[in-house]
Each structure stands twice: as C-alpha cells, then as structure tokens.
Nanobody, 124 residues
Framework: QVQLVESGGGLVQAGGSLRLSCAAS????????MGWFRQAPGKEREFVAR????????NYADSVKGRFTISRDNNKNTVYLQMNSLKAEDTAVYYC?????????????????WGQGTQVTVSS
C-alpha cells in the first residue's frame, strides 16, 4: 500500500508557472505507475498526465500537452507536475494517483491510490 501527499498548489496569474509535488510512502515507489488528474468546480475529474514506474514513458491530455511536464525522482519517492503557461481553465484541485504496475491508463479506474489533492487557482 502507498500513501500520497500532494503539495505545491497555490494562486498564480495567467501565463505563470507552478510545480506540484506528490510524495509517496513506502520503499517500492519505482514499482508504481503514477498519474495526475484534476477536478474543476462542477466538472468531472479528468486525466492530466501519467508516467511509467521508471519514468521512461509519459503521456498527456491534449489540453496540457506542451505546457505541462510530468517527471519523477524514485530516490525521493516523488512525482512532479511542472505547469507552465497556465490558463484560467487550468484552475482545479489536482490529484496524484498510483497503481502498482509499470504503466497504467488514463482513467480514474486505472489507479488504486489517491492523494488528498492540492488547489491550483489561475487568475486571468
């Protein structure tokens, strides 16, 4: 089992940047595929980005491609989401998620463990 804690959210102006972090408990972090999702007010939770256990493969939602970068440091048990060129429509609670497998999908059901979320607010 793994516990996930997100941090790094906040208020930023449109065009700015933020880096989210997700720290995981346990000693086998590299065995987990990781994903980032977000949920805006009144909307369904949606996929943002995912990464393999070794960090070698990544995938992004079309809405963030070219602006967001997912990465991980398995020595620090942490996955990151670097968000650049932020837009008002990026405002949401951001969640990291994990499944004990090399590579997982882009649906919520593809992940077993979730963090509590961190708020990102982009002012226009």
């Amino acid at each position: 089992q793994v516990q996930l804690v997100e941090s790094g959210g906040g208020l930023v102006q449109a065009g700015g940047s933020l880096r989210l972090s997700c720290a995981a408990s346990g000693r086998t972090f590299s065995s987990y595929a990781m994903g980032w999702f977000r949920q805006a007010p009144g909307k369904e939770r949606e996929f943002v980005a995912r990464i393999t256990g070794d960090g070698g493969v990544t995938n992004y939602a079309d809405s963030v491609k070219g602006r967001f970068t997912i990465s991980r440091d398995n020595n620090k048990n942490t996955v990151y989401l670097q968000m650049n060129s932020l837009k008002a429509e990026d405002t949401a609670v951001y969640y990291c998620a994990a499944r004990r497998t090399y590579w997982s999908g882009s649906s919520q059901s593809d992940y077993d463990y979730w963090g509590q979320g961190t708020q990102v607010t982009v002012s226009s």
